[in-house]
């Protein structure tokens, strides 16, 4: 994997889109993923970005953005006040197109950095989105972070199986992440499991019952629509749909979504959240 080191003019990005109904900004402290060639990797929305992988294969570059804790420092007060006038909230999502808690973050610390910064410069907002159970080594600052902002705790874990037939590992272990969501649960600290793709899951019941001593709330988000588009065509041209079909055919239409909602239901009556509204905190009453 090609790793370079890069600085950023503004680290803080003014969402656009879809994300602009979660929040204000998105913070991407590394460019490209190297958790590209893992399983969560395959049906990787940020994959179809050309703007981020300039033509690179997806996991095959990583851009470390060693200057995101200055940057965020030095537009911290236009940013957030320009977020407070246009929406009355200063809130960052921290990350829609990279993961937070790569293997190279204990190197190179650009999250842990950012997250001291804001420490004494908090948004009004941080959602932290990840799919490693690494997140757990920052729980220290995230206890001192619930102090200063609104925080919630984003763990991805898409499904309850180990391994999908001819796709690769999950880069961070279904247990590990369960684990990680519980301790993180444990602090106090809101913390909700994202279904993200929604994969084959072996045993609902069991995989949302845990999920629901887990964590305060669940997202399901299914390829269709969760992608950008209407049918799913983008994760389509991935070899997704066609290990999700092998395992279970109906996996790969919206109907399966529905039918694990209402499963999610009874574990989270209050708590179950769908595609972008769930991502903004938005429950299904
Ligand atoms: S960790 Fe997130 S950004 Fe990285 S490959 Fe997986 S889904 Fe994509």
């Known amino acids: 994997m090609e790793v370079t080191e890069a600085t950023v003019r503004n680290i803080l990005t003014r969402t656009t889109g879809y994300l602009k109904t979660v929040t204000s900004h998105s913070?991407?402290?590394?460019?490209?993923?190297?958790f590209g060639k893992s399983l969560c990797g395959v049906g990787c929305y940020v994959q179809h970005n050309r703007f981020v992988t300039k033509g690179r294969p997806w996991g095959g570059f990583l851009e470390i953005r060693e200057?995101?804790?200055?940057s965020y420092r030095a537009n911290y007060d236009?940013?957030?006040?320009?977020s407070r006038r246009r929406c009355g909230a200063f809130s960052i999502f921290l990350s829609s197109a990279t993961e937070p808690f790569l293997p190279q973050e204990s190197r190179y610390q650009v999250t842990t950095r950012v997250l001291r910064t804001m420490r004494e410069y908090p948004p009004?907002?941080?959602v932290l989105q990840t799919h490693s159970h690494l997140v757990e080594s920052v729980r220290d600052l995230l206890l001192e972070l619930k102090k200063v902002c609104d925080l919630r705790v984003h763990i991805s874990i898409e499904t309850d199986r180990d391994r999908i037939e001819g796709l690769p590992s999950h880069a961070s272990t279904v247990k590990a992440r369960f684990q990680a969501a519980t301790e993180i649960h444990a602090l106090g600290i809101p913390t909700v499991i994202t279904?993200?793709?929604?994969?084959?899951?072996?045993?609902?019941d069991a995989?949302?019952?845990?999920?629901?001593?887990?964590?305060?709330?669940?997202?399901?988000?299914?390829?269709?629509?969760?992608?950008g588009t209407p049918d799913g065509r983008r994760t389509r041209s991935t070899p997704l749909p066609e290990a999700m079909g092998r395992l279970d055919p109906g996996s790969t239409d919206l109907d399966y979504r529905r039918r694990i909602i209402a499963t999610a239901l009874k574990y989270l009556p209050h708590t179950t959240g769908v595609s972008i509204d769930g991502f903004a905190g938005r429950y299904l009453r």
């Open 67 to 70: 200057n995101a804790a200055e």
């Open 27 to 34: 913070l991407q402290p590394y460019r490209g993923c190297s």
């Open 78 to 82: 236009r940013e957030r006040g320009w």
């Open 124 to 126: 009004d907002l941080l």
């Open 195 to 204: 279904v993200s793709p929604l994969l084959p899951i072996a045993d609902p």
């Open 207 to 227: 995989f949302f019952d845990r999920i629901s001593q887990s964590a305060d709330a669940v997202v399901i988000d299914h390829f269709i629509e969760g992608d």
